[in-house]
């Protein structure tokens, strides 16, 4: 993994990250996402990070790799615990409670233990809301703030990685760009931004996204080919390289048998021999097995088919810092840094 001290810095430097006095309860991870405690600990914050044996990594390599990145930072001593047990005690610390993978779910089991005032930033834009995530009925009658994070934010600024996530599945698929032509499928606010990278290394890129977004691609080099959900592919395309698909809700089945939006016999007809890139967004998988091409072969429900960690660190560390500066800002009864919307309020 590249050397992420100094992008950690620099992203505390650029958001102001002032987390002293308060205690963080979050989680400790494998890969990029090792970063979430190492930030909320550098920016002054009493952290508990908790973490679980997973097919990722162990909890005790976890541990390990956690407090060793911590370890080079000066201001990082005693207040970083990486715990593998979630006891009332400490949840009720916290003030900042990150709805991050291994909290999840964020149920009435451990929100009961919570403090009044405690607030919880949501590591992902509103839109992109799972009601399986949080008990947000439960925040309320307990009067726990939850928020969601402007990824769009110009001192955050994620969404911008997402054309070069694009990029990465492409390869990952055993697929190249140049020259080639490829098809979007989308419905969300992702679509422009991936077609902002993607159209300048095609050789052609067809949108088919909802009618309302289709300004947002003025300017882009692209075709607009149809409005979501309907795929009515021009000559041009039939012989496309790859579809890229990303579809919100992303716990909601979108292509398969004649029921669902994106009937398999229609995509099939417009798109013969296409390869279906699953960004994000589900597809009837047990349907489509040996009849379509797609990849991955499989991914979870309600979770994307490339994480931003799979292009390296510097979008995790954007996220995690801009989820802990809307935790910070909610304490405050805030919801602007540098006048410009953070925070979403989702109660």
């Given at each position: 993994?590249?050397?992420?001290?100094?992008?950690?810095?620099?992203?505390?430097?650029?958001?102001?990250?002032?987390?002293?006095?308060?205690?963080?309860?979050?989680?400790?991870?494998?890969?990029?996402?090792?970063?979430?405690?190492?930030?909320?600990?550098?920016?002054?914050?009493?952290?508990?990070?908790?973490?679980?044996?997973?097919?990722?990594?162990?909890?005790?390599?976890?541990?390990?790799?956690?407090?060793?990145?911590?370890?080079?930072?000066?201001?990082?001593?005693?207040?970083?615990?990486?715990?593998?047990?979630?006891?009332?005690?400490?949840?009720?610390?916290?003030?900042?409670?990150?709805?991050?993978?291994?909290?999840?779910?964020?149920?009435?089991?451990?929100?009961?233990?919570?403090?009044?005032?405690?607030?919880?930033?949501?590591?992902?834009?509103?839109?992109?809301?799972?009601?399986?995530?949080?008990?947000?009925?439960?925040?309320?009658?307990?009067?726990?703030?939850?928020?969601?994070?402007?990824?769009?934010?110009?001192?955050?600024?994620?969404?911008?990685?997402?054309?070069?996530?694009?990029?990465?599945?492409?390869?990952?698929?055993?697929?190249?760009?140049?020259?080639?032509?490829?098809?979007?499928?989308?419905?969300?606010?992702?679509?422009?931004?991936?077609?902002?990278?993607?159209?300048?290394?095609?050789?052609?890129?067809?949108?088919?996204?909802?009618?309302?977004?289709?300004?947002?691609?003025?300017?882009?080099?692209?075709?607009?080919?149809?409005d979501f959900p309907e795929v009515n592919v021009p000559?041009?395309?039939?012989?496309?390289?790859?579809?890229?698909?990303?579809?919100?809700?992303?716990?909601?089945?979108?292509?398969?048998?004649?029921?669902?939006?994106?009937?398999?016999?229609?995509?099939?007809?417009?798109?013969?021999?296409?390869?279906?890139?699953?960004?994000?967004?589900?597809?009837?998988?047990?349907?489509?097995?040996?009849?379509?091409?797609?990849?991955?072969?499989?991914?979870?429900?309600?979770?994307?088919?490339?994480?931003?960690?799979?292009?390296?660190?510097?979008?995790?560390?954007?996220?995690?810092?801009?989820?802990?500066?809307?935790?910070?800002?909610?304490?405050?009864?805030?919801?602007?840094?540098?006048?410009?919307?953070?925070?979403?309020?989702?109660?």
């Open positions: 993994m590249p050397d992420i001290k100094n992008k950690i810095e620099e992203a505390i430097k650029r958001l102001d990250l002032d987390l002293r006095g308060k205690v963080v309860l979050t989680e400790a991870a494998t890969g990029a996402y090792i970063v979430t405690p190492v930030l909320a600990a550098a920016a002054g914050a009493e952290v508990y990070a908790f973490t679980r044996d997973t097919r990722y990594g162990s909890a005790e390599e976890v541990k390990r790799q956690t407090l060793e990145l911590a370890s080079r930072f000066e201001s990082v001593g005693s207040n970083l615990n990486v715990i593998t047990e979630l006891s009332p005690e400490i949840i009720s610390k916290a003030d900042i409670i990150t709805n991050s993978g291994h909290l999840r779910p964020l149920d009435t089991s451990k929100l009961q233990y919570a403090k009044k005032g405690a607030v919880i930033p949501l590591m992902y834009e509103a839109w992109e809301w799972r009601d399986a995530d949080l008990d947000i009925a439960f925040c309320n009658q307990q009067g726990l703030a939850v928020g969601a994070t402007n990824e769009r934010h110009p001192d955050v600024d994620v969404f911008n990685y997402l054309g070069d996530m694009a990029l990465k599945m492409i390869f990952d698929a055993g697929l190249c760009p140049y020259n080639n032509k490829f098809i979007l499928i989308c419905n969300n606010d992702f679509g422009p931004f991936i077609a902002k990278v993607l159209s300048r290394v095609c050789g052609a890129l067809g949108v088919c996204d909802l009618a309302e977004n289709r300004s947002k691609y003025d300017g882009l080099n692209v075709d607009w080919v149809s000559e041009k395309y039939r012989n496309c390289e790859a579809v890229l698909f990303t579809a919100y809700p992303f716990d909601k089945p979108w292509i398969g048998p004649e029921n669902l939006p994106i009937p398999l016999r229609k995509l099939k007809e417009a798109i013969p021999g296409a390869k279906l890139l699953r960004y994000a967004g589900d597809i009837d998988e047990e349907f489509c097995a040996g009849k379509l091409d797609f990849y991955p072969v499989h991914v979870h429900s309600g979770h994307m088919g490339i994480l931003p960690s799979a292009i390296g660190p510097d979008p995790i560390v954007r996220l995690q810092s801009g989820g802990l500066k809307v935790g910070e800002l909610m304490l405050k009864q805030q919801t602007e840094y540098r006048n410009i919307r953070l925070v979403d309020m989702m109660n």
